[in-house]
């Protein structure tokens, strides 16, 4: 996964363009995807596709010739969706168009400009700072031209055409925890899954932020209706503590599944209520939509220093939380998956185990009374009302051994789904 952000980092992303094929592009050597492009001009929900933004090179040069601000040393020196520019002007008119970060002098700034028409370097502070007054060449090679959106997407089949979608955006230039992070981790999860027939069928959408998911939306109406569950990926490789955030339902299964994983797992995390404001969670969870689509990151969106800055590079991210990030995807994806409800055939008392075999089959285990207990809990509450994830929150068992339980009740009969 480190890898995969180490390839995509340098490359120059925005929310059209060239650097979004070239990141599906490495994608697609991981896992086959379905590339869509959607015109310039296309209506999608409230908004329209914008025109296509392209830039081959960029820079600030004193009068030696010299470039002071270089795009090709990174993608974060240009304000994205700067228009074209060929200028020399002193230093005085050059500076509003200058972003820096005064509190962090090192560091370079990340901002865009998609829908107002503007042009704009991002440098260091100190950079500015050690710039004499004169004359400066300033050059942007930009095209902004009608052309497409690009998105894509990558399904894992299963068992049911029941649907959860995994969303990542795609549209952030050389910043490796938002969200290169995120991709790398969908990436491999993804892979995951498909080692296994899973019970759902697991839509992977890479698409830009906002405006990829909203074109999404718009497109797939019909698909919406099959959507179960969701879950956004953001900011996955960070040191801090896992962050969940709800849906706007706030009580959606994968709400529910993925508090009881990461409590049940032991690890320090955070479970926050649902804003409208953050990432592509809140386009999913539009009233209109509704759908039970929750957020996992790391540290949330602007909640670290390093956010937005070229501080978020390929070494503020580790191998080790990105591994985390997606153990814990895994854990929740096993539950959701296996999140059923059954009726008891035998609710009149409680059936005699013993001559099923049942009890015999758990000779030998350490966890015997644990998974005996699993059994009677399953038998209780086994009325058509209660999921599994139910059973496993009220007797404070481990959800595979409630699973485990009822895969031996099924099997001997005292169940059905």
């Known amino acids: 996964m480190h890898a995969l952000v180490e390839r995509l980092y340098p490359l120059c992303r925005s929310i059209t363009g060239d650097g979004v094929r070239a990141t599906l592009d490495i ?5 086959p995807l379905e590339v869509h492009e959607v015109p310039t001009g296309t ?14 090179d960029a820079y600030v040069a004193d009068a030696s010739g010299r470039r002071v601000v270089d795009f090709a040393a990174s993608s974060l020196h240009v304000l994205g969706y700067s228009v074209p520019v060929s200028a020399t002007m002193p230093l005085a008119e050059l500076r509003p168009h200058l972003h820096t970060l005064p509190d962090h002098p090192t560091w370079v700034p990340y901002r865009t400009s998609y829908y107002k028409p503007e042009w704009g370097f991002c440098l260091a502070q100190e950079t500015l700072d050690a710039l004499p007054d004169g004359e400066y060449e300033v050059r942007i090679d930009s095209t902004l031209a009608d052309g497409h959106l690009t998105y894509a997407e990558h399904v894992v089949p299963g068992r049911v055409p029941d649907e959860v979608i995994v969303s990542c955006h795609v549209c952030h230039p050389s910043l490796a925890n ?4 995120g991709i790398a981790v969908a990436v491999f999860l993804a892979r995951a899954l498909a080692e296994r027939e899973p019970h759902y069928t697991y839509r992977f959408i890479f698409a830009p932020g906002t405006i990829g998911a909203i074109t999404w939306l ?5 698909r919406v209706e099959r959507v179960r569950h969701g879950l956004v990926l953001a900011c996955a490789g960070d040191p801090g503590d896992l962050t969940y955030k709800r849906s706007r339902r706030g009580d959606a299964e994968i709400d529910r599944v993925l508090r009881h994983v990461l409590t049940a797992s ?10 409208p404001y953050g990432y592509d969670e809140r386009q999913y969870c539009s009233p209109g939509f509704d759908l039970g689509v929750g957020s996992l990151s790391r540290t949330p969106y602007a909640g670290y220093p390093e956010y937005h800055t070229s501080a978020d590079n390929p070494d503020f991210v580790s191998p080790e ?10 854990e929740a994806f096993a539950v959701l998956d296996r999140n059923r409800r059954y009726v008891n055939l035998s609710p009149h008392g409680e059936p005699q185990l013993g001559r099923r075999g049942l009890y015999d089959s758990l000779g030998g285990r350490s966890d015997a009374q644990q998974a ?3 059994m ?3 038998l209780s509450l086994s009325d058509g009302e209660h999921s599994l994830l139910d059973v496993a929150e009220r007797s404070g068992l481990p959800f595979d051994t409630v699973a485990a339980a009822a895969d031996a009740l099924h099997g001997a009969g005292l169940l059905k789904a």
């Open 376 to 378: 009677l809990w399953v």
């Open 27 to 31: 994608v697609g050597e991981y896992v």
């Open 178 to 181: 938002d969200n290169l992070a």
């Open 321 to 330: 939380a990105m591994a985390d990030t997606l153990a814990v995807c895994r």
């Open 266 to 275: 032991g690890r320090p995390h955070r479970v926050t209520g649902f804003t």
């Open 218 to 222: 718009a497109r797939n109406r019909e």
């Open 372 to 374: 005996q207990m699993a």
């Open 43 to 56: 209506q999608v929900l409230d908004w329209t596709v914008p025109q296509e933004w392209n830039i081959r």
